[in-house]
């Protein structure tokens, strides 16, 4: 499990994690693989797909969950911009 660091503006909210939250995106086949093949040899790290993301980010993040991650970011980013929140 990685520490609650926001995946846009990296924002570390370690003291205080209820001030954001993890969104679960849509996995892509390589990524499902690459979850499935950790489950499989009980490694231990971060599944593919789920990111932490600050208060401001959160909510914009939750919009494109249908998206896979790498679909996700650019937008998540060009929404953060608009809305002036970074
Ligand atoms: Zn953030």
Not at 13 to 33: C, I, W
Not at 50 to 79: G, M, N, T, V
Request: net charge positive; glycine share 4%; proline share 7%.
């Amino acid at each position: 499990m990685r520490p609650p660091i926001c995946a846009i503006c990296r924002k570390d909210f370690r003291e205080d994690p209820k001030t954001g939250g993890r969104v679960r995106f849509k996995l892509s086949p390589e990524e499902r693989a690459f979850n499935d093949r950790m489950k499989a040899n009980r490694m231990v790290g971060h599944p593919k797909g789920l990111e932490w993301f600050c208060s401001k980010h959160l909510e914009i993040a939750e919009q494109y969950k249908q998206l896979s991650w790498a679909e996700a970011r650019p937008k998540i980013i060009e929404d953060s911009e608009n809305t002036d929140v970074i």
